[in-house]
């Protein structure tokens, strides 16, 4: 079946920019998602269509995708920022698949 | 505002059923479809499928095909899971989220946690 890969975990100070990345086979030729989800609430999506923003969401977090591997950016990530991120993708047969997520530790 | 609202919390015994309900508000509930994904406690998110309550199509993860079953409602503007045949995997928090084709996912439910024990 088709995986995402992610690193288990990040860290960095505050103020420091924080970068997740995700791999897969397809993601060169499908769009990545990414979702924050803070520790007891349900996941927010941060970044739509490997680089753009929802309303909402600070121009702190930024996307990219470039050939099998995309990244998330948090610029100047602050402690609220903590959280696990999760990168999301379809695979050829529109299966829907998640990572394995990564949490972001700010100290 | 759109809000989706999910029943609460269920304790169930080892090969019982459960349903889950995912109610809308603040969007025309016919406009995108609903998918349903679960959270086994510190894991990662798992996709289980779609409902489209349009016309009332629906996609099945292949891990879950025969043993769930989504439904909704459009007078009520509600969706349903039926998962059956549960075991102690299946203990997660389940959530219900909208999805179109360009924004997946863009709105969740508050989740409802599924216990399964003897």
């Known amino acids: 079946s088709y995986e995402l890969t992610q690193p288990p975990s990040v860290s960095v100070s505050p103020g420091q920019t924080a970068r997740i990345t995700c791999s897969g086979d397809t993601l060169s030729k499908k769009y990545v998602y990414w979702y924050q989800q803070k520790s007891g609430q349900a996941p927010v999506l941060v970044i739509y269509?490997?680089?753009k923003r929802p309303s909402g969401i600070p121009e702190t977090f930024s996307g990219s995708s470039s050939g099998t591997m995309a990244t998330l950016t948090i610029s100047g990530a602050q402690v609220e920022d903590e959280a696990d991120y999760y990168c999301y993708s379809t695979d050829t047969s529109a299966n829907h698949v998640f990572g394995g997520g990564t949490k972001l530790t700010v100290l | 505002q759109v809000q989706l609202v999910q029943s609460g919390t269920e304790v169930k015994k080892p090969g019982a059923s459960v349903k889950v309900s995912c109610k809308a508000s603040?969007?025309?509930?016919?406009?995108?479809?609903m998918h349903w994904v679960r959270q086994a406690p510190g894991q990662t998110l798992e996709w289980m499928g779609w409902i489209n309550a349009a016309n009332d199509n629906t996609k099945y993860s292949q891990k879950f095909q025969g043993r769930v079953t989504f439904t909704s409602d459009t007078s009520v503007s509600t969706a349903y899971m039926e998962l059956s045949s549960l075991t102690y995997e299946d203990t997660a928090m389940y959530y219900c989220?909208?999805?179109?084709?360009?924004?997946?996912?863009?709105?969740w439910g508050q989740g409802t946690l599924v216990t399964v024990s003897s």
């Open positions: 989220a909208r999805s179109q084709p360009s924004l997946p996912f863009d709105c």
């Open positions: 603040g969007y025309t509930f016919t406009s995108y479809t």
């Open positions: 269509e490997d680089s």
